[in-house]
């Protein structure tokens, strides 16, 4: 891989562990360009090549993206655990992993170091790309992402793992090939039935409504809304919901959605106090307001976000009746090709690899999806 790339850090450790094989060798890692900088860590850009002496591995091997974060000491990273268990085209995949400690003499910490594909762009760059020149994303590469992101979260809530903060910056893609992949598993957790969980997760604009008002007892569907966010933002070229509090998020929801029913703030949490926005601020019907708000999206889309964005997680589609949705019906036709960004040569996508696994958990509506 590349052989003139400036290293910008280059180091020898006796123990970097194979994802696959569980195997720990001696590698040689060369970081040479930072790539993100989040709440709790670092992402750069590496090659990584064997160091154990034998001439069969010497080449480089990359590009990576390597994600360091603190290691945690009390309890076991989830994030590590989770990317290890899981095993999808939708989700980045993990390489290797290994501990290292700080570069600096002052910093005593240890670094847990995930080693995953690297893909050169996300969903939040891609939107502001297009936003930049006054378009939207082509629509067939907008089904063709939504689908995949539809896949990614059918796959891992099959696991009852919930990600627990989709927002566009965590959905990476290649614009040459119209891949999707779902990253950042820091927050993502197995969701036990009847085992409270922190309401506090989850970007503010991305947060799901039961969340916003401290429901302890919520399920994979928060993922759920935050797909919702996400396809609307690609309609619109901005976040849909722009809270300017965490509380005036709820006030964004229902300027769509209506003032929130009693029923929700019972059944999310009885002991809230909050605001709740009980005065409807506008007079047509709600898919009338939906029209309104993407007036120049196409039916089919303003369906499937009436069927996404509501207020009730069990009303809200799960990722099989979204994966049904006849907005995917393009997808299906054997003639369907998409033109990469700025190439005219169209290209054909291979969305319907579903795994035994997958095609058990869409269960009944599985030749629904594969009747093409
Ligand atoms: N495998 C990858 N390939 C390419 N870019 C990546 C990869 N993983 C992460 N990134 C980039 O780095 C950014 C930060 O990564 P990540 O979200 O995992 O870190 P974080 O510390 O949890 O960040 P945040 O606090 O913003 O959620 C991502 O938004 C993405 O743009």
Redesign the pocket.
């Known amino acids: 891989m590349p052989p003139d790339i400036h290293a910008v850090n280059e180091y020898t450790l006796n123990e970097v562990t194979n994802n696959q094989s569980s195997v720990s060798t001696r590698m040689t890692v060369k970081e040479y360009k930072r ?9 750069v ?1 590496a090659v990584l090549k064997y160091a154990d002496g034998t001439d069969v591995h010497s080449e480089w091997l990359g590009p ?2 390597i ?1 360091r ?1 603190p290691a945690q000491t009390e309890y076991k990273s989830r994030e590590l655990e989770i990317l290890r268990l899981v095993n999808h085209p939708n989700i ?1 995949s993990l390489r290797f992993y290994f501990d290292k400690a700080s570069s600096s003499s002052h910093d005593k910490t240890i670094y847990q170091n995930l080693v ?5 762009s ?1 969903l ?2 891609e939107i502001k790309y297009y936003r930049q020149s006054k378009y939207t994303i082509p629509y067939p590469h907008m089904k063709a992402y939504t689908f995949q992101l539809a896949r990614a979260m059918l796959y891992l809530h099959g696991f009852g793992i919930s990600h627990r ?1 989709i ?1 566009p ?2 959905i ?1 893609v290649d614009p040459s090939t119209v891949v999707l ?1 779902v ?5 993502a957790k197995k969701l036990e039935p009847n085992q409270p969980s922190v309401s506090y997760i989850c ?1 503010r604009y991305y947060r799901a409504p039961e969340l916003i008002v401290g429901c302890s007892l919520y399920s994979t569907k928060i993922d759920i809304w935050g797909l919702g966010c996400v396809v609307a933002e690609m309609f619109l070229g901005k976040p849909i919901f722009q809270g300017q509090s965490p509380e005036s998020q709820l006030k964004e929801i229902s300027k769509l959605l209506g003032p929130p029913p009693n029923t929700f703030f019972f059944k999310s949490n009885p002991q809230y106090r909050g605001n709740m926005y009980t005065t409807k601020l506008f007079s047509c019907t709600v898919e009338e307001r939906f029209r309104q708000i993407f007036s120049n999206s196409p039916p089919d889309a303003i369906d499937l976000l009436l069927k996404i964005l509501v207020y009730d997680p069990d009303m809200r589609a799960s990722p099989r009746r979204v994966l049904v949705h006849p907005f995917f019906n393009e997808l299906k036709k054997k003639e369907f090709q998409v033109y990469p960004r700025g190439s005219s040569e169209p290209i054909q996508l291979n969305l319907f690899n579903f795994s035994e696994f997958e095609l058990s958990l869409l269960g009944s509506l599985k030749d629904e999806l594969l009747a093409r």
């Open positions: 790539i993100g900088e989040g709440a709790f860590g670092t992402v850009e990576f993206a994600k974060v980045v995953m594909e690297c893909l050169p996300n939040q760059s903060d927002k910056s965590n990476l992949k990253c950042d598993f820091g927050s970007s």
